[in-house]
């Protein structure tokens, strides 16, 4: 038995121009202007976007970064720590550590004094079930500045 051979079809799409081929090339004067027109509307993107850029610039700020420390000298996660000015009473940024211990909180840049605090009511851990807070920790900030802190427990 001999197989047949399939035939191929053609097909043929009409073009998708956007000028039809019955108008006359754009005259100089007119390619000028569309050329003015997509310039201008690039350079107002371009405006845009950098006046965008400086309405999401940042005031300036310091950064408090920490790690909190169980008393065998391994890292804790999940832990609240708690920060405030040293002249208010409340704590004004409640952190959770992450799975590497670590903490970090923005504060307003400028001369102040933040204390810190690991505050363990409702902390649970399987491997440290004797934990007591530690003593507070004091931080000076005097301008847009990182400060690395460690807040070991007992």
Not at 125 to 138: D, K
Request: aromatic share 6%; with cysteine; hydrophobic share 35%.
């Amino acid at each position: 038995m001999r197989r047949r051979k399939k035939k191929l079809k053609t097909a043929i799409y009409r073009s998708l121009c956007i000028i039809p081929p019955s108008c006359s090339p754009l005259s100089p004067r007119v390619a000028r202007r569309l050329l003015l027109v997509a310039l201008l509307l690039c350079l107002g993107t371009a405006v845009r976007e950098a006046s965008a850029a400086e309405k999401k610039s940042e005031k300036p700020y310091a950064l408090i970064f920490g790690t909190v420390w169980s008393p065998e000298n391994h890292t804790l996660y999940g832990v609240k720590v708690e920060i405030r000015r040293a002249d208010d009473k409340k704590p004004r940024w409640v952190l959770i550590s992450d799975h590497n211990g670590e903490f970090a909180q923005r504060v307003p840049a400028g001369k102040a004094d933040y204390l810190l605090r690991a505050n363990l009511k409702g902390y649970k851990s399987s491997h440290h079930n004797g934990l007591r807070e530690g003593t507070e920790v004091t931080v000076h900030i005097e301008n847009d500045e990182r400060t690395d802190v460690g807040l070991h427990l007992r």
